[in-house]
Structure formats: C-alpha cells, structure tokens
T-cell receptor
C-alpha cells in the first residue's frame, strides 16, 4: 500500500526563522511528489517534483526530491506569520491512480 | 477562469438525513476527485470520476455513499442516512487529464456537520 509520512506533525517557530519540513514515501511506480499549503480552506498547489536533485524555488520556498532515499524536503526561509498553515505532501503513481497524502505538518509562525 | 467550485460551504444534517455535496470542476477539466479530511488528518481519497464514468471508487465506503459526474452539471457526492462519523470536510479536486504535468486544483470544500 502506498504511504506518505510527514514530519514533524507540528512546528512552532518565530518570524525570521528557517524551517525544513520532511516527507518520506513508499509508492509503487512513482510518478511525482507534490506539496500543497492548506490554510483554512482549499489546499493550494506549491510544487510538483518528478526528478531527483533538482531544486524548485518560489520566493522564500524551495523543495527538492531524493528518489533514491524516497524523501523530499520543503524549506521556508525568513518565515512570516502568513506562512502559518498545514503543509501537505502527496505522491502520485503512474496510471489512473489518485494522489496519496500525508497527514501534514502544521506550521505556526509567531511574531 | 473560475477555480473549482463547491457548494454548499457548510452543511448541517441530522442523523439519518441525506447530504448532497456539489462540485463544479475548473473549465476544461474532465477529471474529478473527491477527498475527505477529518480534523488533524490528511486528505483521504474517496472516488475518482470522469464524465459519466466512475474510474476508481476504492476509497469510498461501500454503503450509504455514492458519487456521480453526469454529462451536464456538477459532480455530486451523496451520503445517505448520515451518521456522526460522516462529519468532516469534503474536498473536490479537478484536473484536465492524468499526467505528471497536471497537478490537482482543489475547491474550498464542504464542511459537513452531523448532529
């Protein structure tokens, strides 16, 4: 059975800190790994990773995938209170298979 | 271009009633996925549909739950004879096609509360 494990489950940091969120996975016929940010409503798409070692970057957020060790990290530098959210990691297998999500990491950034 | 639209945003039902949740995918998207989220939990897959076809319903309970995506109109997730354990946020997502270059786009969800 495909599985996604995220750590830590929750994290509290101060504004300006840098955080690293972890996602490990087990999936048959891996296609891609995705990161989403969920505040109070819809999960919003952040990154899709398909190749090892290539960093994807968007502003203060970046992510990288290691297909050999089966994990990904999401980095957020110079955190702001607006980064407070649940960050969800999901994996997609080849074929018509749905995304499998981890339980998420709840990040709280305090001023 | 409107995003994925779900309604209602909040739904309160008494035990034993029926709940109908609606999802209109993004324009041009023909694949719809329903996920359920319990408090402090991730998103759990329920069902995947294309127009007029159920592709994968492996995550949906065998009883009381059904889903459809007709040729015209929104996708409907129907829960009959609701119980307290059905209380959750139900999210719909859509994509234009299956493939590594088409991430799912989610709606704002319907929060179902069963009293």
């Amino acid at each position: 059975e495909d599985k996604v494990v995220q750590s830590p489950l929750s994290l509290v940091v101060h504004e300006g800190d840098t955080v690293t969120l972890n996602c490990s996975y087990e999936v048959t016929n891996f296609r891609s790994l995705l990161w989403y940010k969920q505040e109070k409503k819809a999960p919003t798409f952040l990154f899709m990773l398909t190749s090892s070692g290539i960093e994807k970057k968007s502003g203060r957020l970046s992510s990288i995938l290691d297909k050999k060790e089966l994990f990904s990290i999401l980095n957020i530098t110079a955190t702001q209170t607006g980064d407070s959210a649940v960050y969800l990691c999901a994996v997609e297998a080849a074929g018509n298979t749905p995304l499998v999500f981890g339980k998420g990491t709840r990040l709280s950034v305090i001023a | 271009n409107a995003g994925v639209m779900q309604n209602p945003r909040h739904l309160v039902r008494r035990r034993g009633q029926e709940a109908r949740l609606r999802c209109s995918p993004m324009k041009g998207h023909s694949h719809v996925y329903w996920y359920r989220q319990l408090p402090e939990e991730g998103l759990k897959f329920m069902v995947y549909l294309q127009k007029e076809n159920i592709i994968d319903e492996s995550g949906m309970p065998k009883e009381r739950f059904s889903a459809e995506f007709p040729k015209e109109g929104p996708s409907i997730l129907r829960i009959q004879q609701v119980v307290r354990g059905d209380s959750a946020a139900y999210f719909c997502a859509s994509s234009p096609r299956v493939g590594a270059d088409s991430p799912l786009h989610f709606g704002n969800g319907t929060r179902l509360t069963v009293t």
